[in-house]
């Protein structure tokens, strides 16, 4: 009966929180360079129908993101972190990995929401990096190592760490894509060398949409 009594009001109050079932999820870059100490954050709108909650069919088809991958110029290559399936649960993922959440995402809707604090994110959840070594030129895009950051950017960057939280509002403002990478606009240029790599490999069908995402 008090199971029972627990999913019945745990069901009222995702019901009461069905039109705000959405949060910013940040993102953040920990660099050391040879100038300091530079944060570099990603946001990203996510947000999902509770209703998939309840049918038990939640999964990463019904979360929905919305916004710009970070594209950044670090000192001439420029720096991006593509979208990928773990975009929008990279929060849960780091409360599960520490565990401060249940084994399922509903059930924890409302931790996601609040955890403002911002998690460290395990190695594995990490997110592919990329880099434009030639801003002018869409054949340069290479993968990067996050170990040896300084193999694309120079001596004296290296990825110290990533963290990841949930906001109700969006980080700050960033430069946009077509001001670091002036060939963006042109539709017609493909990404990359058109290579085809070893299955699973980030660089493999790279697409625009995996650097900008539309709200649906």
């Given amino acids: 009966m008090a199971v029972r009594a627990t999913l019945g009001a745990w069901?009222?109050?995702?019901?009461?929180c069905a039109s705000s079932a959405a949060w910013y999820e940040v993102m953040t870059l920990h660099l050391s360079t040879n100038d300091g100490p530079v944060a570099?954050?990603?946001?990203?709108?996510?947000?999902?129908?509770?209703?998939q909650v309840w049918a038990g069919a939640l999964d990463s088809d019904d979360v929905q993101i919305a916004g710009r991958a970070l594209v950044v110029s670090l000192g001439g290559p420029v720096l991006a972190v593509p979208f990928d399936d773990r975009t929008g649960w990279r929060v849960w993922r780091a409360r599960y990995a520490l565990r401060l959440t249940d084994t399922t995402m509903g059930a924890?809707?409302?931790?996601?929401?609040?955890?403002?604090?911002?998690?460290?994110?395990?190695?594995?959840?990490?997110?592919a990096l990329v880099a434009f070594t030639d801003p002018h030129d869409a054949v340069s895009l290479v993968l990067?190592?996050?170990?040896?950051?300084?193999?694309?950017?120079?001596?004296?960057?290296?990825?110290?760490?990533?963290?990841?939280?949930?906001?109700?509002?969006?980080a700050a403002p960033t430069t946009p894509i077509s001001a670091l990478l002036p060939w963006w606009g042109d539709?017609?240029?493909?990404?990359?060398?058109?290579?085809?790599?070893?299955?699973?490999?980030?660089?493999n069908g790279?697409?625009?949409?995996?650097?900008?995402?539309?709200?649906?």
Avoid: C
């Fill in 11 to 16: 069901l009222l109050a995702l019901t009461a």
């Fill in 40 to 51: 570099l954050s990603q946001s990203v709108a996510v947000s999902f129908d509770p209703a």
């Fill in 108 to 127: 924890d809707l409302q931790g996601v929401m609040a955890q403002e604090e911002a998690l460290p994110l395990p190695r594995d959840l990490w997110p």
């Fill in 144 to 170: 990067v190592d996050p170990t040896d950051m300084a193999a694309v950017f120079g001596q004296g960057m290296m990825l110290e760490r990533i963290t990841v939280q949930a906001r109700q509002e969006p």
């Fill in 187 to 203: 539709a017609n240029v493909p990404l990359g060398d058109g290579i085809r790599r070893s299955y699973g490999h980030p660089l």
């Fill in 206 to 216: 790279l697409r625009r949409r995996d650097f900008v995402r539309e709200a649906s």
